[in-house]
Each structure stands twice: as structure tokens, then as C-alpha cells.
């Protein structure tokens, strides 16, 4: 068995640590429908809370605060994430000319306390 740093360096990057990144991509998600409709708000501590357990999550499964905010600040995860939120959108008949079509998602996401919607309340 390896031990130390061989075996840190076998970690996958946290884009594939499926339970930190799609919970991150949901919060995102939230994010981008609550700015973009009106009668729709952001649950934030409630997205401040998970992104804190996630962090200590990472922490536990070996990776550094440092390695972390790199996954978080990288200009190339973000874009990544913003092209898999942008066709999670488009798939649902969302479009950006039309604000009223995030309202309408928001509510079927609150509505069906989705991962998403979870992190929504209407006003």
C-alpha cells in the first residue's frame, strides 16, 4: 500500500470527485436563476453551509485548502461549469433573451425540491 506523498498524488483532480463537484455545479445553477429572475432569490447561507462542508469534505479526502481554491478560482473549471449550467438550461427552454424562462425553471425546481431548487425560494 502507498503511503505519503506517492499516494497523495494519486487523488483524481476534484473535477472528478462527483459528490463536491456536481453539488458546486447545483449551487452555480441557483446562482445564475436567482440573478437573472426577479421573483426568484438565492438561499445563500444555505449554499455558504454546503460549500464549507464541501470544503471540509475535499479537506478529508486529501486535498489542500491551496488545491482547493485552485479548483474553485481556475478560469478553466469556471468555464466548464458555465457551459454545463448554460445546456442544463438550454435542455429546460431557458434563454437569456428571456428572463421570464428562468423564473419558469426556478419555480419547477422549487417545485420539485430538486438539487437545484433547493438552493431557491420565490419571493
Known amino acids: 500500500?502507498?503511503?505519503?506523498?506517492?499516494?497523495a498524488q494519486a487523488k483524481p483532480p476534484l473535477r472528478e470527485v462527483k459528490e463536491?463537484?456536481?453539488e458546486l455545479y447545483y449551487i452555480a445553477v441557483a446562482k445564475e436563476i436567482s440573478?437573472?429572475?426577479g421573483?426568484?432569490?438565492?438561499?445563500?447561507?444555505?449554499?455558504?453551509g454546503v460549500m464549507w462542508n464541501l470544503r471540509s469534505k475535499a479537506n478529508r479526502l486529501g486535498y489542500s485548502d491551496a488545491e482547493i481554491?485552485?479548483?474553485v478560482e481556475s478560469d478553466a473549471e469556471k468555464a466548464r461549469m458555465?457551459?454545463?449550467g448554460e445546456a442544463f438550461l438550454a435542455r429546460h427552454g431557458v434563454s437569456?433573451?428571456?428572463?421570464?424562462?428562468?423564473?419558469?425553471?426556478?419555480?419547477?425546481?422549487?417545485e420539485r425540491n430538486s438539487a437545484i431548487g433547493v438552493y431557491l425560494r420565490a419571493n
Do not use: H, N, Q, V
Not at 500500500?1 to 499516494?7: F, I, K, Y
Open 35 to 37: 440573478d437573472l429572475c
Open 20 to 22: 463536491i463537484d456536481d
Open 82 to 84: 458555465r457551459a454545463k
Open 1 to 7: 500500500m502507498l503511503l505519503g506523498p506517492a499516494a
Open 69 to 71: 481554491r485552485a479548483y
Open 39 to 48: 421573483d426568484i432569490s438565492g438561499r445563500r447561507m444555505k449554499a455558504i
Open 96 to 110: 437569456y433573451e428571456k428572463p421570464e424562462t428562468f423564473c419558469a425553471l426556478g419555480r419547477a425546481e422549487i
